[in-house]
């Protein structure tokens, strides 16, 4: 399993981002995928995930707190691709993005879980 970000870059406070994961080698629509975040020298947090959930034969979407209402999570079937749109972009966004990949929706936000991941891409908010 592959799995390639693209999209980072630096931004001014206010600006969007969308960052991009394509995903390749596994069945894209059992795949749950989650963006991760992780600044210098603290913890890789979850941002974000989509996930199929079979218990209400839906797809799901998961956000942290901190990015509610600016962030959307989405995927296209077509280009096993999981985008990022993150909006009204803070400087406590800055970090080093991560997306990665599992194939159950428990958990999803617990990085420990995912057992593939991108190389990640570097967001930086700053004026």
């Known amino acids: 399993v592959q799995l390639v970000e693209s999209g980072g870059g630096l931004v001014q406070p206010g600006g969007s981002l969308k960052l991009s994961c394509a995903v390749s080698?596994?069945?894209?629509?059992?795949?749950?995928v989650g963006w991760f975040r992780q600044a210098p020298g603290k913890s890789r947090d979850a941002v974000a995930a989509?996930?199929?959930?079979?218990?209400?034969?839906?797809?799901?979407?998961f956000y942290a707190d901190s990015v509610k209402d600016r962030f959307t999570i989405s995927r296209d079937s077509a280009k096993n691709t999981v985008y990022l749109q993150m909006n009204s972009l803070k400087p406590e966004d800055t970090g080093v993005y991560y997306c990665?990949?599992?194939?159950?929706?428990?958990?999803?936000?617990?990085?420990?879980?995912?057992?593939?991941w991108g190389q990640g891409t570097q967001v930086t908010v700053s004026s």
């Open positions: 990665a990949a599992k194939s159950s929706d428990s958990r999803i936000a617990n990085a420990r879980s995912y057992s593939y």
């Open positions: 080698g596994r069945s894209f629509s059992s795949t749950a």
């Open positions: 989509i996930y199929w959930s079979g218990s209400g034969n839906s797809w799901g979407t």
